[in-house]
C-alpha cells in the first residue's frame, strides 16, 4: 500500500484505536454531523478508488519493460556522444596549447540524441501526482538578511536608477569594456529594463513568478560568482574603497571605513577555500556566501563586481588573440565559460555554420540551455543572440544605461 491510501490506512487505524476508547461519544459525533451535512445538502458519497484488473497490470509491466530497454539505449547512446564531446574538446585546447592548427575533424559534427522511445507507462495503482512547489532559492530578502545577519551588513541603495547605471557605465568603460558590449550584455542578461536588482525568473511582477536561480544584477551574477570575483579581485575592490575613503570626510568616510572593514572580513571568508569554481559554489551556498551576493545591490561594490564578471572574460580572451569580442562572442564566453566560450568564438567563420553548439557545453548545460538547443549550430547561435539583443538594447532601460555611458 503507498502515498496517499497508506496514510488514509494509517489515519483510519488511528480513528479505530480511539473508537474503542470513546465508542459512544463518537458514535454520536459521527451520527450528528452526517445528519447536519445532510439537511444542508453536502453530503457527499464516498467514492471507492478505481479497481485494477491483472490485465491492466500486465499491459502495465509490459509497457514499463519496453520503456527501459529503449530508455537504456538512449542513455548509452548519449554517454558516448558527450564522451565523444568532451575527448574532441581536450584534443582542441591541447592543440592550442602547443600552437597547433583547429581542424573541421576537430569537432563532434553531429547532434546530440534525441530521446524518441516510448514515454514511462502510468502505474495504475500509484496515487494521482500532486503538482510539485518550484525548488526554494533564495531571493533577494534572503541575501539582505544573511548579509545583515553575518556580516552585520546592509547595502547602499543608489538614489536611482539612473545613478546606478551611471557608476556602472563609468567604471566598466574605466576598465575597457566598449559602451556596445555592456548594452547589448545589459539588454541580453537583464531583459532591456532589468533594475540592478534583479534576478532570474523575477524580471516580471505576475502571479506564480518564481526565482529560477541565484543570478542577480545587470550581469545576472551566481551567488558563486560574487564569492570568487571576491577571493580572486577583493584586494582591487578594497583599494577602490580606500581611495574613496581618503576623498571623503564626516559620515560619508564613516561609512565607507565600516564598510571596508565588513568587505575585509567577508574576502577572508571566500578565500578559506582553495581558488576552485567547485568549492566557492559550496560556500555560496551557505548564509555568509548568500550574505556576500547582496554586495551586489550596494552602490560602491555592485558595479565593482558586475564589471569584473565581463572584464574577466575581455582579458581572458585578449591574451590569446588580438581583435575585440563582439557583444555576443562575449556573452558566448560568459554563458558557457571563460574556456568553452573562446573555444567558440575562435573557430573559423567558414566552419560556424557546420559545428554544433553542443561542442561547447557540458551535457546538462545544453539540456537546461533552450537557446543553446534551438539554435544548434555556432552561426545560429551567435545570430540568435546578435538577435536578442538587437531587441532588448532598444528598450529604455538599455538606452538609459547607453546614455549614461561617459562622452555621451
Known amino acids: 500500500m503507498t502515498g496517499a491510501r497508506k496514510i488514509r490506512y494509517v489515519r483510519y487505524e488511528r480513528r479505530s484505536s480511539f473508537w474503542r476508547r470513546n465508542q459512544l461519544p463518537i458514535f454520536f459525533s459521527i451520527f450528528l454531523a452526517a445528519a447536519l451535512l445532510a439537511t444542508n445538502g453536502l453530503a457527499q458519497p464516498a467514492v471507492a478508488a478505481p479497481a485494477v484488473t491483472p490485465e491492466q497490470m500486465a499491459e502495465f509491466h509490459r509497457k514499463l519493460a519496453e520503456y527501459k530497454a529503449a530508455r537504456l539505449r538512449f542513455d548509452d547512446e548519449a554517454a558516448n556522444y558527450w564522451k565523444s564531446i568532451g575527448d574532441k574538446r581536450r584534443t582542441r585546447f591541447a592543440k592550442r596549447r602547443n600552437n597547433e592548427k583547429i581542424e573541421f575533424t576537430d569537432y563532434v559534427l553531429t547532434q546530440p540524441p534525441v530521446y524518441t522511445g516510448p514515454p514511462r507507462p502510468v502505474d495504475p495503482t500509484a496515487p494521482p501526482e500532486v503538482p510539485k ?3 526554494s532559492i533564495p531571493v533577494v530578502t ?3 538578511r544573511h548579509a545583515a545577519e553575518q556580516f552585520q551588513f546592509k547595502p547602499q541603495k543608489p538614489g ?7 557608476i556602472y557605465a563609468t567604471i566598466a568603460a574605466a576598465a575597457g569594456l566598449t559602451k556596445d558590449q555592456v548594452v547589448r550584455i545589459y539588454g541580453f542578461e537583464a531583459g532591456g529594463n532589468g533594475g540592478y536588482d534583479v534576478q532570474a525568473g523575477l524580471e516580471e511582477i505576475k502571479p506564480g513568478a518564481h526565482a529560477i536561480s541565484t543570478a542577480l544584477g545587470y550581469n545576472q551574477l551566481l551567488s558563486t560568482n560574487s564569492v570568487e570575483l571576491l577571493a580572486e579581485h577583493g584586494d582591487q575592490f578594497l583599494a577602490v574603497l580606500r581611495r574613496k575613503a581618503e576623498g571623503s570626510n564626516g559620515p560619508q568616510k564613516t561609512a565607507l571605513d565600516r564598510k571596508i572593514v565588513i568587505l575585509q572580513r567577508m574576502i577572508a571568508f571566500a578565500r578559506t577555500v582553495p581558488d576552485e569554481w567547485g568549492a ?5 551556498r551557505t548564509p555568509q556566501g548568500l550574505g556576500i551576493h547582496a554586495l551586489n545591490l550596494d552602490i560602491d561594490i ?11 572574460s ?18 558566448m564566453m560568459n554563458l558557457t565559460g571563460d574556456g568553452n ?3 567558440m568564438v575562435t573557430m573559423p567563420d567558414a566552419i560556424r555554420d557546420r559545428v554544433p553548439t553542443s561542442n561547447f557545453f557540458q551535457q546538462g548545460g545544453y539540456e537546461r540551455n533552450p537557446v543553446a538547443g534551438k539554435n544548434n549550430t555556432v552561426a545560429k547561435l551567435l545570430a540568435r543572440t546578435d538577435a536578442i539583443m538587437d531587441g532588448e538594447a532598444a528598450l529604455q532601460g538599455a538606452k538609459d544605461l547607453a546614455a549614461a555611458f561617459p562622452g555621451n
Open 160 to 166: 536611482s536608477e539612473i545613478e546606478f547605471k551611471r
Open 302 to 312: 555592485g558595479p565593482l563586481l558586475q564589471t569584473q564578471k565581463l572584464l574577466n
Open 142 to 144: 534572503d541575501f539582505l
Open 314 to 331: 575581455v582579458t581572458f580572451a585578449r591574451q590569446k588573440f588580438n581583435r575585440p569580442l563582439t557583444a555576443a562572442e562575449l556573452e
Open 280 to 284: 566557492h559554489d559550496r560556500l555560496a
Open 341 to 343: 566560450g573562446f573555444d
Open 133 to 135: 512547489e518550484p525548488p
